[in-house]
């Protein structure tokens, strides 16, 4: 069973509006959570991380939210841009001593329409 | 700089065959990570280099596949006997390796699209 499951699996939106991701993971201990951005035929890139004790974290339209009690994030994209159209998957590091293990999630596939 | 790259892009292969497909790391990370991403899914953890040795090869799904990194930055994955569920895109990624795996940022490739026919 996957730790790490994203929702909605795809969603469309149009330009300029606002759209929210969820994550809920079960991964534990807990180490960070990252959410990375990955455009059809490329490898994912970084958004944002945060550990255990950050809240939220921004990076430019996007910002990412963290409740480490409910193991619950989301990523908020403002104002839509058609370049927004990609894969978002939420990735959860367990560490256990100095062993990390990553689980990513199946990601949510956002399509921005003009 | 130069980010990770990886080649080819895309391979076409009949299955039982051999391939090899091949990570250029970023210059000075230590660690490489080769993932498997089928479509509509997020990467499947394959193997985690630190430096020239593997530090966690859990992910290999079956000792069709191998992976080498012999002087610590060129990365090789090996399948033999290739079968069709092979076919999936393969992931490689490098990072700082200062914090052992998963602990620093993950800096991806564009993936070889592996199709076995």
């Known amino acids: 069973k996957n730790q790490v499951e994203q929702s909605p699996q795809s969603l469309i939106i149009l330009e300029g509006k606002n759209c929210t991701l969820q994550?809920?993971?079960?991964?534990?201990?807990?180490?960070?959570l990252r959410w990375y951005k990955q455009d059809t035929g490329r490898g994912p890139v970084s958004l944002t991380i945060m550990t255990f004790s950050e809240n939220t974290k921004s990076n430019g339209r996007y910002t990412a939210t963290l409740d480490a009690d409910t193991k619950q994030s989301s990523l908020h994209i403002t104002a839509s841009q058609l370049s927004d159209s990609a894969s978002y998957i939420c990735v959860v590091t367990r560490v256990n001593l100095n062993d990390y293990k990553l689980s990513f999630g199946a990601g949510t596939t956002v399509t921005v329409r003009a | 700089g130069a980010g990770v790259s990886q080649t080819p892009s895309n391979k076409v292969t009949e299955k039982g065959k051999y391939v090899e497909l091949r990570c250029d790391p970023i210059s000075g990370h230590t660690a490489l990570y080769w993932y498997r991403q089928s479509l509509g899914q997020g990467p499947e953890f394959l193997i985690y280099?630190?430096?020239?040795?593997?530090?966690?090869d859990s992910g290999l799904p079956n000792d069709r596949f191998f992976a080498v990194r012999p002087e610590g930055s060129v990365s090789t994955l090996k399948i033999q006997r290739t079968e069709r569920g092979d076919s999936a895109v393969y992931l490689c990624?490098?990072?700082?390796?200062?914090?052992?795996?998963?602990?620093?940022?993950?800096?991806f490739g564009p993936g070889t699209r592996l199709t076995v026919l």
């Open positions: 990624a490098s990072s700082l390796g200062l914090a052992g795996a998963g602990g620093d940022t993950q800096y």
């Open positions: 280099f630190q430096g020239t040795g593997a530090a966690d």
């Open positions: 994550c809920n993971y079960t991964v534990s201990p807990f180490s960070n």
